[in-house]
């Protein structure tokens, strides 16, 4: 499980609660059904109109990689990918045939495939780019359809606090009951805000990375596909994939990998 996620999320109500009990509110104040009702039934719903079933049906997925996104093993896709070049410059391409077949990541098992059989290299990095998008574009739909309910949620608020202060204002002739009154009213904006500032939003943002950090970790293995079927040398092909190795513990590969190229030349 991500704990950015799971622990983001604890840190902003908990901030939230201890300032609201800082002014005095207490929990019992902010309940309100019927605010909660308008604003998520209603978010919902315009979320609904605005999405084809297709995106809709992508939200499960969206929400598994928000809370555990995939661990993109940046080093071992590239010993794997030099250990395919080493082989099939000894042996050639055909040699890779059955590691094509057992290639866990689908754009490596459709890419290696597609060069054991000869396909035209050009043909062979469009069909992995396109495979790659594809799957930006499944991860997107989900962040999409965050990012609607997050554009509502506070439009929904509003439309709930205003139909509060309509009933209010039906009730002039009772001063003692405003003040309660317009205390619930509001609570619908605070939910359309906090829902959509504090779930919705966030949601969106943390899949559109997740999306970005795919097509990266994409890149990388179509540069590597790319060249073995270009026979490029192994400790070159090891230099040009390390370059997509993350910030953080890759200066030390990318300056071991610089290292075997120097003795290599």
């Not at 809709?56 to 809370?67: E, F, I, Q, T, Y």
């Not at 890419?111 to 050009?122: C, K, S």
């Not at 073995?228 to 370059?243: T, V, Y």
């Amino acid at each position: 499980m991500d704990i950015a996620t799971i622990g983001g999320l604890i840190l902003a109500i908990l901030a939230i609660a201890v300032g609201a009990a800082e002014e005095g509110v207490t929990l019992r104040s902010l309940l309100g059904p019927s605010a909660f009702l308008i604003v998520v039934g209603g978010s919902v719903g315009a979320t609904i109109i605005s999405h084809t079933i297709q995106d809709l049906k992508a939200v499960p997925r969206g929400l598994k990689l928000s809370l555990f996104p995939p661990k993109q093993d940046y080093q071992g896709m590239i010993d794997l990918l030099v250990g395919f070049s080493e082989k099939a410059r000894r042996n050639g391409l055909l040699s890779l045939q059955e590691d094509a077949d057992h290639a866990a990541h689908p754009v490596v098992r459709r890419g290696l495939t597609m060069a054991v059989d000869g396909a035209d290299p050009e043909a062979v990095v469009n069909v992995m780019r396109a495979m790659s998008e594809e799957q930006a574009a499944e991860t997107l739909r989900a962040a999409a359809v965050f990012e609607t309910a997050g554009g509502y949620a506070p439009t929904l608020g509003i439309m709930g606090t205003v139909m509060g202060l309509i009933t209010i204002m039906r009730q002039l002739d009772r001063p003692d009951t405003l003040g309660p009154a317009i205390s619930v009213a509001f609570l619908a904006t605070l939910y359309g805000l906090g829902s959509a500032n504090l779930l919705f939003l966030p949601l969106a943002s943390k899949i559109k990375n997740i999306a970005k950090q795919e097509t990266h970790f994409n890149e990388m293995i179509i540069l590597g596909i790319e060249g073995i079927q270009a026979g490029e040398n192994p400790r070159n092909l090891r230099e040009k994939l390390s370059i997509y190795l993350p910030a953080s513990g890759g200066g030390r590969a990318r300056a071991a990998a610089g290292a075997a190229v120097q003795e290599g030349v």
